[in-house]
């Protein structure tokens, strides 16, 4: 049965045995794409295997109430990059158009990396702008093998994706490259040798799948191993995930053989929630990608570091995306303390030498959608609709709109939210009227229980 919480959850953060945290420890972010909320064995599934990440979220802290920062791939790996919220800079709207990527002038978790002698290198998809000057290897990374838009064939198709020219072509290093084989599969291999390199660096890689984002493409072979799922689609989803899994399970042997395993820290999250198009479940979550119900915005979330916190367990506290940048910095040794962040250094948290949580509001924006969390409560807004309002603690399906019982609050709630609002800078690009058609559907179907 899936369940939105495990068993034994606590209800406050707990405190996590910690041994003395060693120095300038390896950083893996993992990063799958489109995965639903309930499509692993450690959330639930019970028709999609996962032995890799099973184990994996066996060994490390899981954040039951993790979040991105939008719904939507680029601006969620905006946030993902930079540890701040992306709308402060412009970067509110998904796919940039050619001519516009992630602001230039934005410090990437690479760059910090780079600068305290880390090698730093990105595996898979970018999606944070085309153009040459927004290109990985100018934004902190020595070594890119992927592609810079957002999805693509998982095979190689020199008549489409792989034309010259294309911005889905997979490349390494600004130079188009022809591939054999699975995609996914292909990102694993890369990822080992780029971990299995004989440096005396640390490193910071970011495996940034493109799994289980369409096209529904998978092997004959993984296929097969899924016949029991009826629908099509699902089952194409269900060998999509598990090539994925295969293929982290790869990167933690070689990590494994190395003997850099024990100081790694290894996290593991998705861009956003499941889609409608793709096979996803995210139930027992309300909505999908595209929109601000938790299904588009909380995701399967893991944090391992084995050197440092040889005991773990779930943590209910809210955290986000953006700490990931904030924590890493923190445990290479660099100074958070000076930099803008919004995302907040979680160690303390895991450590135990606080209580209190790493935040008590999160706030989402994009073009005609708005939300916001304040602790428990839950505020949702659509534009040329109103407000809908939720009790988490309560209702973590968003099931119940409180927005009529529970005035005042809409009214403080809003008023936050629009000063937040307020502060952000103009979206640099916009997206279609369709779009909005499509997602106010879908975001009032669901505040009106239809």
């Not at 420890?25 to 799958?32: K, M, Q, R, T």
């Not at 990396?113 to 898979?124: A, S």
């Amino acid at each position: 049965m899936r369940m939105l919480f495990l068993i034994g959850l606590l209800t406050s953060l707990p405190m996590a045995a910690h041994a003395a945290e060693p120095s300038r420890p390896n950083i893996l972010l993992i990063l799958a794409d489109d995965l639903g909320w309930a499509d692993l064995g450690f959330q639930g599934s019970n028709d999609i295997q996962s032995p890799n990440l099973d184990r994996l979220a066996g060994e490390s802290f899981r954040f039951t109430d993790g979040h991105v920062t939008a719904s939507v791939c680029s601006p969620s790996r905006a946030g993902l990059m930079t540890g701040r919220y992306q709308q402060s800079f412009g970067h509110e709207a998904n796919t940039p158009p050619t001519n516009q990527g992630m602001d230039v002038d934005q410090v990437t978790l690479a760059n910090e990396l780079k600068q305290l002698g880390y090698r730093t290198g990105l595996v898979g998809k970018w999606h944070l702008g085309n153009e040459d000057r927004f290109y990985p290897t100018q934004r902190g990374f020595d070594d890119f093998f992927g592609l810079r838009e957002g999805s693509r064939s998982y095979f190689y198709d020199a008549s489409g994706n792989d034309k010259p020219g294309s911005h889905k072509a997979i490349e390494r290093n600004g130079e188009p490259v022809a591939f054999d084989g699975y995609l996914t599969d292909v990102f694993g291999q890369q990822a080992v040798e780029f971990v299995g390199r004989d440096s005396d660096q640390p490193f910071f890689l970011f495996l940034s799948f493109t799994a289980p984002h369409g096209p529904m493409h998978a092997t004959a072979e993984d296929l097969a191993r899924f016949n029991h799922i009826p629908n099509q689609k699902r089952r194409t989803y269900a060998a999509m995930v598990w090539a994925m899994d295969r293929a982290i399970g790869k990167v933690m042997e070689r990590l494994e053989l190395s003997g850099r395993d024990d100081n790694t820290i290894l996290w593991f999250l998705s861009d956003n929630g499941g889609a409608t198009n793709n096979g996803s479940i995210n139930l027992p979550l309300a909505g999908h990608k595209g929109i601000k119900f938790e299904g588009g915005i909380r995701v399967p979330f893991l944090m391992r570091w084995k050197a440092a916190f040889p005991n773990v367990k779930a943590i209910d506290a809210m955290v986000s995306s953006m700490d990931i940048f904030a924590t890493s910095l923190s445990a290479a040794g660099g100074d958070v303390a000076s930099r803008s962040l919004d995302g907040v250094n979680l160690l303390p948290y895991l450590r135990g030498e606080t209580t209190e949580p790493p935040h008590d509001r999160l706030y989402w924006h994009k073009l005609w959608f708005s939300a916001m969390r304040d602790g428990p409560w839950k505020i949702i807004h659509v534009q040329d609709y109103g407000d809908a309002l939720y009790n988490l603690a309560d209702d973590p399906g968003e099931s119940r709109n409180l927005a009529q019982s529970q005035l005042r609050r809409v009214r403080e709630m809003r008023t936050e939210l629009d000063q937040w609002k307020a502060s952000l800078e103009e979206p640099r690009w916009g997206e279609a009227e369709q779009w909005f058609r499509i997602h106010s559907r879908n975001h009032i179907q669901i505040i009106e229980g239809k």
